[in-house]
């Protein structure tokens, strides 16, 4: 099925650094949805975003609707050990329940 | 609070081998929605319910899928027969109709030798 374009695929940084990612879509979206999956484990909701332009924060999580409702971005400020996992972005269109699920940011801490 | 509660965690099983996999979403939930997660294709939503009832089951891969839900605390994504391509994590989630937000079971890891 069509997935939403996320980058980066990988990111390595050292602990307490900031982290920036984001997801494009080529269509627009009513709903953004950011989740962070363990290993082993299922995705866990972290931030859901409604309104272009919305500006939302969750503890050290930002999250932004993008103005033109096909994008959306994810910060995380002076990362520490348990931020370590893989992020998916997640868009809704309006009448629609089926996400459609971004390809996936992983993120590793470097000692 | 519970959250989404699937079973089993991990199933090993053999080709042509009937698969069972159960799903007790949130309470009060009356969205459930079955995925199944693989490295080549990520997450692909195969079937969803709405009251129970199945809206969208355009994901299921082939006949050999089927899903059900007998009332609003209980699903089953059954496989029959099972083949070695079906071995991939499934995810059940569930949410309020019409809330976007769902939330995610800790998943089946099925492996079909």
């Known amino acids: 099925g069509q997935q939403l374009n996320q980058s980066p695929q990988s990111m390595f940084i050292q602990e307490g650094e900031d982290v920036s990612m984001n997801c494009t879509s080529s269509s627009i979206f009513n709903t953004w949805l950011w989740y962070k999956q363990d290993p082993g484990e299922g995705p866990v909701l972290l931030i859901a975003l409604y309104k272009a332009g919305e500006l939302t924060s969750n503890g050290r999580l930002t999250a932004q609707f993008g103005i033109t409702r096909k994008d959306s971005f994810l910060n995380i400020s002076a990362s520490i050990p348990s931020d370590v996992g893989i992020y998916f972005c997640a868009g809704l269109r309006f009448g629609n329940e089926k996400l459609t699920f971004g390809t996936g940011t992983r993120l590793t801490i470097i000692p | 609070d519970a959250g989404v509660i699937q079973s089993p965690r991990h199933e090993v099983t053999e080709m042509g081998q009937e698969v069972t996999l159960r799903c007790k979403p949130i309470?009060?939930?009356?969205?459930l929605f079955w995925y199944r997660q693989t490295m080549m294709r990520g997450l692909e939503l195969l079937i969803y319910f709405n009251n129970n009832v199945p809206i969208d089951d355009s994901g299921m891969p082939e006949d050999r899928f089927s899903a059900k839900m007998p009332n609003a605390s209980f699903s089953t994504l059954k496989i029959q027969p099972s083949e070695p391509r079906d071995s991939a994590v499934y995810f059940c989630a569930s949410s309020i109709y019409k809330n976007n937000e769902q939330f995610f079971g800790p998943g089946t890891r099925l492996t079909v030798l």
């Open positions: 309470s009060g939930h009356n969205s």
